[in-house]
């Protein structure tokens, strides 16, 4: 059998229920390819008590460990929640093709974490990815998708691409945001929710060029239309930092 389990935010973050799953499981790989983590494997591995194997895109993508999940108990760890990124509908679809059973086990995710920056869940639009840029690869399409939210007064959630340091995102999204004619007025950084360490700053670009000390994972949000316990909230953030 197949078990896609979420870690949630932090290295406890995992359910119980996730745990006791991982103990009848013979596999256990680690997707490491999609976030920082804030935690190292061998946290992670004090924790559920099992090794990990950390596995890349290429592996993922390629699907052999859903032909070992025919004969045995395999665990696909994935952090946050376990269905966010849209490879393991793939794999879940793949699976039952071959006849394989297949469980998902939730945990909390970033989507559900931002709430804790104020703004209401039901007001973010569609989600973007910032790509980190390339000397021939520097796309602004995701800006796009602002554009898209910002008509519609939506707020706009862009996760950030694993290794892009904080200071080159700013760069990337000025430099997008001036392309696509996108006022950034002030941005919402939220660095390692629901870790414990976590912190969120209310700033303008240019202040938050001073933050050189954001630590990965971390997250950036554009403001939609606000509502005024949003902007209440915003404040007394902005006085709290």
């Not at 395999?74 to 509908?89: D, E, F, N, Q, R």
Request: a positive charge.
């Amino acid at each position: 059998m197949l078990y896609i389990i979420g870690l949630g935010l932090n290295k406890e973050g995992i359910s119980q229920e996730g745990l006791e799953t991982l103990n009848r499981c013979k596999q256990v790989y680690l997707e490491n390819y999609t976030v920082d983590f804030p935690y190292s494997n061998i946290e992670l591995e004090e924790v559920i008590g099992k090794k990990v194997t950390p596995v890349d895109r290429k592996f993922v993508e390629g699907l052999s460990f859903v032909d070992e999940a025919k004969k045995k108990n395999v665990a696909l760890l994935v952090y946050g929640s376990p269905l966010t990124a849209t490879t393991h509908i793939t794999i879940i679809d793949e699976a039952k093709k071959s006849g394989i059973k297949v469980r998902v086990i939730y945990a909390a995710s970033i989507l559900d974490a931002v709430a804790e920056t104020g703004l209401q869940l039901y007001k973010f639009g569609k989600i973007t990815s910032m790509p980190a840029w390339k000397e021939s690869f520097t796309p602004t399409s995701f800006m796009e998708i602002v554009e898209e939210n910002q008509s519609i007064g939506a707020h706009s959630l862009i996760l950030v691409d694993i290794g892009l340091d904080f200071a080159d995102a700013l760069k990337e999204l000025k430099t997008a945001a001036k392309e696509h004619k996108i006022d950034l007025n002030k941005l919402i950084v939220c660095q390692r929710l629901g870790t414990g360490k976590g912190k969120i700053f209310y700033k303008n670009l240019e202040e938050l060029k001073e933050f050189s000390g954001v630590r990965k994972p971390y997250c950036i949000i554009l403001p939609g239309k606000l509502h005024f316990v949003e902007k209440d909230y915003l404040k007394s953030l902005n006085k709290k930092s």
